[in-house]
């Protein structure tokens, strides 16, 4: 008999939820096969079998929360199955059973579940499991956490209690429990509100300038570097330059204390299925526009295939999101604890402005830098704003740290 554990989970993460079983008690299992998935508040982490053998006892069902140093099931080393379910991927639905060493192509119920959250069907995501099957990180990270089988399970967030609904219409409703993810997402978000004196600051920035030299070396560029030159690396670029005149914005409040920074780590909001995950680029002051770019493309797909590790969303010092992707033309970005500044991107629309007394036609964005008036003041905020929106408009100063 070999014990089935809980792989570790990261630094401080000390519980887990077990999400999908992708084996039952009696299934044949080979050696590094993946036997179930876990979640934490962040990331997804998969459990593979450490031997070969048969499933002889599952000992944390699904929905079940596990420690840190938990036994999650019993393989019986070398055994053969009897089941007739060979294949171990299936999910606990109904399916033909398959020839002794295929496997059932039933999607994961944890990635079901997913795929209807965030209104997926199935032709929209590619599996990669095996014979092709959707696993949940194929739709996206769900990443959710904490509480051993014998402890009490983690309190929700607290909420307004809700109000009598009539009989008709709470036949017509589906409620689903939140995912950990969802509820982490929550709790921080609102302690950000609660905690920090959060103010926002806007302005606006003429895209031409970043437009044309983009248009005019993009071509070099991907054929220099093997990754096509985006906004994003500018917007890293000039938020850095603008950390050096303002570091306030890259510190934060530690008690009685103001920890300023003589680094950047850089956080990228990445919105999935599943919620919003913060991947972050580390020393990015120390980076070039390719390593930029490369960079943030590698966590942009890492965090959509659910991949991303704990560390690689630790850290961060200060904060870009964009929801310009989505089409936002303006929105207050709430700030990620316990940084103390975070820059809203948005879509770059054409609008008329006065250029040299004239009215002209330019690709316009809003930028809003959302900050903590605790230890940034309004001339601080606004003046980190003006570095940034004059180093997009001309990105040539970058070059010459003006």
């Known amino acids: 008999m070999t014990d089935v554990m809980v792989p570790a989970l990261g630094e401080s993460v000390s519980e887990a939820t077990v999400s999908t079983w992708f084996k039952k008690v009696g299934d044949t299992v080979k050696q590094d096969e993946m036997l179930c998935e876990l ?4 990331v997804s982490v998969e459990v593979p079998s450490p031997v070969s053998g048969v499933l002889a006892e599952i000992i944390a069902a699904e929905g079940a929360t596990v420690a840190a140093n938990a036994r999650l099931a019993i393989v019986t080393e070398g055994a053969v199955g009897a089941a007739p379910a060979p294949a171990a991927a299936a999910a606990p639905v109904a399916a033909p059973a398959p020839a002794p060493a295929a496997k059932d192509v039933e999607n994961a119920p944890a990635a079901k579940k997913a795929m209807a959250e965030a209104g997926l069907t199935e032709a929209q995501v590619q599996g990669t499991g095996r014979d092709g099957r959707i696993m949940k990180e194929d739709v996206a990270r769900a990443a959710t956490a904490v509480a051993t089988a014998a402890a009490a399970p983690a309190p929700a967030p607290a909420a307004i209690p809700r109000g009598p609904v009539a009989a008709d219409d ?9 995912t950990r993810l969802r509820a982490t997402i929550a709790r921080r ?3 950000a509100q609660n905690t920090a004196a959060m103010l926002t600051t806007y302005n606006e920035v003429d895209m031409s300038g970043i437009m044309e030299l983009r248009n005019a070396y993009k071509d070099q560029f991907e054929k220099k570097h093997g990754v096509k030159l985006g906004f994003m690396s500018f917007f890293v670029k000039a938020c850095i330059h603008a950390l050096k005149e303002v ?6 409040i530690d008690g009685n204390d103001v920890v300023y920074k003589n680094y950047v780590h ?16 580390r020393d990015a002051d120390q980076m070039g526009f390719a390593a930029i770019e490369k960079k943030i493309a590698e966590l942009g797909l890492r965090a959509r295939d659910g991949k991303l590790t704990m560390a690689e969303m630790q850290g961060g010092s200060f904060t870009i999101s964009n929801g ?9 970005p709430i700030l990620n604890p316990p940084q103390s500044g975070i820059l809203g991107m948005h879509k770059i629309q054409d609008r008329p402005v006065v250029v040299a007394g004239q009215i002209v036609i330019r690709p316009m964005m809003y930028l809003a830098l959302s900050y903590d008036h605790r230890i940034v003041d309004g001339k601080g905020a606004v003046t980190f704003l003006v570095r940034v929106k004059e180093a997009l408009e001309d990105p040539r100063r970058l070059l010459m740290d003006l």
């Open 324 to 332: 310009g992707v989505y089409g936002s033309l303006m929105s207050s």
């Open 266 to 281: 850089m956080g990228v909001a990445v919105g999935t299925p599943t919620g919003l995950v913060v991947p972050v680029v």
């Open 247 to 252: 570091p306030e914005v890259n510190a934060e």
């Open 170 to 178: 709470a036949a017509r409703e589906e409620r689903v429990k939140m």
């Open 189 to 191: 978000l609102k302690d």
């Open 39 to 42: 979640e934490t508040d962040k």
